[in-house]
């Protein structure tokens, strides 16, 4: 009877453990999706900003506030369309077109490395895209899923200008 009944908690704390894990990372997973989506939406509402990359890096960490800093990899902000509008995969980043910043356990953004000085968001044309990728390392609370690198992009077109204001920048 002893055996039987150790048996069953056993399978009962696994499973219970594994329903823990298994939610935490899903939080972590959303709030990560989260914090992409509000990076590119700031990114993508003042595209003619010199502060553009760090806004948009910023409004991530912010959105972030409900996870642990020192766990976040890092943030890129890049460029997320060819020269015909297409959206594509993250380039190298740092590179011409990515911007990547790390964060220190207070939330602070590092100093960028990379640039992205060429933005395009006039009327009329093919308006750029920015992506934001975040990348965050779970940690699980008992077992499973324990240092999983958590992954998400998020891309959106620039703001349009109208053409009588300045739509391009070359910074």
Request: hydrophobic share 50%; proline share 4%.
């Amino acid at each position: 009877m002893a055996l039987e009944a150790a048996l069953v908690f056993m399978f009962l704390f696994f499973l219970l453990a594994g329903v823990i894990d298994i939610s935490m990372f899903f939080k972590d997973t959303y709030s990560v999706s989260s914090a992409a989506r509000a990076g590119a939406r700031m990114g993508s509402a003042d595209p003619m900003s010199t502060t553009f990359a760090a806004s948009a890096a910023g409004q991530a960490v912010s959105a972030m506030s409900d996870l642990d800093y020192t766990r976040v990899v890092d943030i890129w902000v890049y460029e997320a369309n060819d020269v015909a509008g297409n959206l594509v995969s993250p380039p190298a980043c740092p590179g011409v077109t990515c911007v990547k910043y790390t964060v220190n356990a207070t939330g602070a953004l590092s100093a960028p490395a990379g640039t992205w000085l060429v933005r395009n968001a006039c009327a009329g044309t093919i308006v750029d895209s920015v992506g934001v990728q975040v990348r965050y390392t779970h940690k699980a609370p008992v077992m499973f899923a324990n240092n999983k690198v958590v992954t998400e992009r998020v891309s959106m077109r620039l703001e349009q200008i109208p053409t009588t204001q300045a739509c391009a920048s070359v910074l």
